[in-house]
Nanobody, 126 residues
Framework: QVQLVESGGGSVQSGGSLRLSCAAS????????MGWFRQAPGKEREFVAA????????YYVDSVKGRFTISRDNAKNTVYLQMNSLKPEDTAVYYC???????????????????WGQGTQVTVSS
């Protein structure tokens, strides 16, 4: 049974930092791409970042480029999202997702991912 468990969310002031973690089990983590998405109240779930199976390729939505960094540790079956210079508009529930392929093709599309975590809340106050 595939399980993705996010942690690290919380409340911070604008300009602060958080590091999200997503621990995966029940899948061949080192062979698949991983992604982070977020969903704010009243809005659709949107792509944030993705990383290929070996970490060689990373992708970001324009609004977080230069502030967020996605990384992975295949030995720990864990993917991370380091979030710096946080803004109130980053407030959302953040979800990690496991892709159906290794190369992050179609990384921004929800349909690329076949397993999702339960989400972790990130709240940024001004």
């Amino acid at each position: 049974q595939v399980q993705l468990v996010e942690s690290g969310g919380g409340s911070v002031q604008s300009g602060g930092s958080l590091r999200l973690s997503c621990a995966a089990s029940g899948l061949t983590f080192s062979s698949i791409a991983m992604g982070w998405f977020r969903q704010a109240p009243g809005k659709e779930r949107e792509f944030v970042a993705a990383i290929s199976w070996n970490g060689a390729n990373t992708y970001y939505v324009d609004s977080v480029k230069g502030r967020f960094t996605i990384s992975r540790d295949n030995a720990k079956n864990t993917v991370y999202l380091q979030m710096n210079s946080l803004k109130p508009e980053d407030t959302a529930v953040y979800y990690c997702a496991a892709s159906s392929r290794p190369d992050a093709f179609g990384y921004a599309a929800l349909s690329t991912y076949n397993a999702w975590g339960q989400g972790t809340q990130v709240t940024v106050s001004s």
